[in-house]
């Protein structure tokens, strides 16, 4: 079961990740959206939906608000392309692991270089 979880989850980044750049059509969405990753429940009833958007504060805002806004037509899609029985609902949510990612490391090289 658990692989079959994992099967379904990395489907489900890779299909969503498609969606968001090729179907989903808000002015809102802006810079470069990724997703970073899925907690699909047991019984892929449910889907978390991580995503890192690159930009200013602004646009990460509005990228999410069109996400929200835009879900029933990702998970409409997402039932279109995948053959489940049950699509399972969808949640976004923002990730800043990336950027938390970039500081870390300028962090580290500034210490390096004896900046700090």
Do not use: C, W
């Not at 968001?20 to 019984?43: M, Q, Y």
């Not at 978390?48 to 806004?69: C, N």
């Not at 899609?77 to 923002?94: A, D, N, S």
């Amino acid at each position: 079961m658990v692989a079959r979880v994992d099967k379904v989850r990395k489907t489900l980044m890779k299909e969503i990740s498609d969606i968001i750049r090729r179907n989903v059509k808000d002015a809102r969405i802006s810079g470069i959206v990724s997703v970073t990753d899925i907690d699909l429940s047991g019984d892929l009833g449910h889907a978390k939906v991580f995503i890192s958007v690159y930009g200013s504060d602004k646009e990460k805002e509005q990228t999410m608000e069109a996400l929200v806004d835009n879900t029933p037509i990702v998970r409409k899609e997402v039932g279109r392309r995948i053959r489940l029985r049950h699509v399972p609902e969808i949640e976004f949510k923002f990730d800043d692991s990336i950027e938390r990612g970039t500081k870390v490391t300028d962090l580290i090289n500034k210490i390096s270089r004896g900046e700090l």
